[in-house]
């Protein structure tokens, strides 16, 4: 409760920030503090509940997954703002109001990761997503930057669309919007048909949420026109709380949507590994190829829906949390770079040797090599699902070989930096940025050794 | 036929009818106005279903102040007939007919529901859509979204101004 | 009135949005097509609300149950309005720069 009141607090902070200081570095570090705070309040959750005693009538649950997320989703935050806090005042000419949208969304994301109605997560999905659209249409003057905003905010509005329907399928079959409620109406043999179809039609908005193919056509394109540094806070924090809320809804109801939902995911991963993967492979841009390589991490997350067991709940926060980490000091080095393209990158490795070496590390990470944090990520996922079936082997080896593929795209950014010549072009890099992007990659590189350091918290 | 059933066609005719009419009229204004008879009919079913407080909100706040931002955002722009831009025949015709199958397949798999057989939407009993209760359930149990959704307001608000005010 | 006709009304009016979802460029008919889907669900979720206050006030004459799917509507109305309200800007944004409404523009962000 504690991260869902602060968040909204300090949005309208940031709102008044703007009120007496002018100063865009003020403003930065206005949110930093803020950022700070949340994430002691967020911690005081975990150990003293009642900061706030609030009678929430069952519509929100604080549990340790939850709160974990959110610690994740504020730390990741935190990393970010320091990292790309100087560009994102840059974008346009309210920067403390882009603050106080990220602080929105911020409140959006904490519900997402605690909710226990039907209500709030709706509720939640919204208050993510339209400070996003703002967000993404931020970069006025720019046409692909509008068009990105009002494609974004079409899909967004369509797929709540889609979800509502969904929702009053399901009321209309259990008489009830409360999670657990619903889980005992409709857990009786013969439930019928509505539940299902309402659960489907929810499954499909969140897909849509959550950029899973076939849903995923307005990725790139609202990826490649946001500016660079929204895209970054979009494909990591706003992503995985998606899948947060996914995994909320879903891990103990698969059942219900009866055998087909045996075949339905199945054929979603796969199409979404493949849609990723492929189509990165063909880009020219680096932008656009990380967003295509969202969508394949995205299949991998997918793994959380398709078992639930102790390794895919600790797996999803693994996966949150490596896969923000690495793509935020991608998206930071991206942000930097004149030229977006990969031929952008040649010989960055001879001008700047630690934000080379850094990336080298984040890319590693996504591709899921040994020694990175994403390793363990995709290791978790594929082995819940091993664990809880074992016929399916051969959906697991197709990812691994998808992840193979995957190799081949970040490699050529890799081999763009060191291996060929060329004058990589970049804005000022200061000691803050090269301190944080280490940061980031020590923190890669400790998960990857040992991820119990960051899951022994999770038990706390 | 009952005055209940009379009145229940017509305004499910009205609906379905008016709904149409926003897809095929050229005129953006026209649309408009077919769009608020369609939440007029709506409004006729919810007095019908007896929850007067969603049918005068529903009034107020669609027909009222969502279609009229709507209008004025036409009129500020000055769209018309002319400028209407169309998608070809065939385009349209693909829409037409997968929206007809997704409407097929929904409505065969409700009719198959074996669960809500013989089960009637009640309209004489009951009063929980007068205000009164409503306000007691909204300030009671549903306080939690109520003060939520105060911070979804915010952010359209920052967000309309950040997105609308001119450089 | 048989539960059944208002699931079939609501699921053609539902049906009809994303029709005009896919068939109609024009952006701010696409958007009040959305609005249509919206109402539609409004609408099922009341005679659902009715349907299970009905069964429950058989046993019981001060129930309350179903209010809460007519507190839903009401929050979907508060939603669709900040919906509308940032929608509209970004279409207002987006005729400024361009001065169309069209959504085939759209494409281009492509390539």
Not at chain 1, 113 to 140: A, C, H, Q, R, W
Not at chain 1, 338 to 365: C, E, R
Not at chain 2, 4 to 10: A, D, G, H, K, R
């Amino acid at each position: 409760m504690n991260a869902i009141i602060l968040s909204a607090l300090l949005g309208v902070v940031m709102m008044f920030a703007s009120v007496f200081t002018e100063n865009k570095i003020a403003i930065r570090n206005i949110a930093i503090f803020g950022l700070l705070i949340l994430l002691a309040s967020n911690l005081l959750n975990i150990y003293t509940p009642y900061s706030f005693n609030v009678d929430l009538h069952n519509m929100l649950r604080f549990d340790s997954f939850g709160l974990f997320f959110n610690s994740i989703a504020i730390v990741s935050t935190l990393l970010y703002v320091i990292l790309s806090g100087s560009d994102i005042v840059k974008v346009g000419n309210y920067p403390a109001e882009y603050f106080a949208l990220i602080f929105f969304v911020l409140c959006g994301v904490t519900i997402l990761s605690s909710y226990n109605s039907l209500l709030m997560l709706f509720l939640g999905v919204e208050i993510m997503s339209i400070p996003l659209y703002i967000l993404t249409g931020s970069d006025k003057k720019n046409l692909k930057s509008n068009e990105a905003s009002l494609k974004y905010f079409l899909m967004g509005a369509f797929s709540t669309g889609i979800m509502l329907m969904g929702i009053a399928l399901l009321y209309g079959a259990s008489g009830n919007f409360n999670l657990e409620m619903i889980r005992e109406k409709t857990s009786i043999a013969e439930f019928g048909i509505l539940a299902p179809l309402g659960l489907l039609l929810i499954f499909i908005s969140l897909a849509f949420k959550v950029s899973a193919a076939p849903f995923h056509f307005w990725t790139p394109d609202v990826y490649d026109g946001a500016p660079s540094v929204f895209t970054s806070f979009m494909a990591t924090i706003v992503k995985t709380a998606g899948f947060i809320a996914f995994v909320k809804l879903f891990s103990l109801r698969m059942a219900d949507l009866g055998p087909s939902y045996a075949i339905i995911l199945p054929v979603i991963i796969i199409a979404t590994l493949l849609v990723g993967n492929i189509t990165a492979v063909f880009q020219q841009s680096v932008k656009r190829m990380l967003a295509y390589s969202s969508i394949a991490q995205a299949g991998f997350m997918l793994f959380a829906l398709y078992t639930s067991n102790d390794l895919s709940t600790e797996g999803i926060l693994l996966y949150a949390a490596a896969y923000s980490i690495a793509t935020i000091g991608i998206f930071g080095i991206l942000i930097k770079m004149k030229d977006y393209t990969f031929d952008g990158y040649n010989g960055l490795a001879k001008k700047q040797p630690l934000v080379a070496a850094t990336n080298t590390v984040f890319l590693l990470s996504l591709a899921g090599i040994p020694l990175t944090a994403g390793f363990f990520a995709k290791y978790y996922m594929l082995a819940s699902a091993l664990k809880s079936n074992g016929s399916a082997l051969w959906l697991v080896i197709v990812a691994v070989l998808f992840a193979a593929v995957s190799v081949y795209y970040y490699f050529r950014v890799i081999q763009a930096m060191y291996f060929k010549d060329g004058d990589a072009e970049t804005t000022e890099i200061d000691g803050t940025f090269k301190f944080v992007l280490v940061v980031l990659a020590l923190l890669i590189i400790l998960i990857g050794i040992n991820p119990s350091i960051l899951l022994r918290w999770y038990y706390f | 036929m009952s005055a209940i059933q009379i009145i229940f066609w017509f305004l499910s005719a009205l609906a379905i009818v008016s709904a149409l009419m926003v897809l095929i009229s050229k005129n953006p204004v026209h649309s408009v106005l077919w769009l608020i008879m369609v939440f007029f009919a709506i409004s006729g079913h919810y007095i019908l279903l007896n929850a007067q407080f969603l049918a005068i909100v529903n009034l107020i706040v669609y027909a009222g102040a969502i279609m009229v931002l709507f209008l004025f955002v036409i009129m500020l722009m000055n769209l018309n007939n002319e400028s209407e831009p169309q998608k070809n025949v065939w385009m349209r015709l693909a829409g037409a007919v997968s929206g007809g199958c997704l409407l097929m397949i929904l409505v065969s798999l409700v009719r198959q529901a074996i669960e809500i057989n013989n089960k009637v939407a009640e309209m004489k009993v009951g009063d929980i859509g007068l205000i009164g209760n409503l306000g007691k359930a909204l300030f009671k149990d549903y306080l939690v979204p109520f003060e939520i959704s105060s911070v979804l307001f915010l952010s359209a608000m920052v967000g309309a101004i950040v997105i609308g005010k001119k450089n | 009135m048989p539960i059944q006709y208002y699931i079939i009304l609501s699921l053609a009016l539902f049906c009809i949005g994303i029709v005009g979802v896919l068939v109609r460029r024009n952006v701010i008919i696409v958007f009040m097509c959305i609005e249509l889907m919206l109402n539609a669900v409004n609408l099922l979720l009341v005679a659902f609300s009715k349907m299970h206050h009905g069964i429950a006030y058989l046993t019981d004459k001060t129930t309350t149950t179903g209010s809460d799917a007519q507190l839903f509507v009401f929050f979907i109305m508060v939603v669709a309005a900040a919906e509308v309200s940032v929608g509209l800007a970004i279409i207002v944004m987006m005729y400024r720069n361009t001065h169309s409404v069209d959504v085939n523009f759209l494409n281009r962000l492509k390539n």
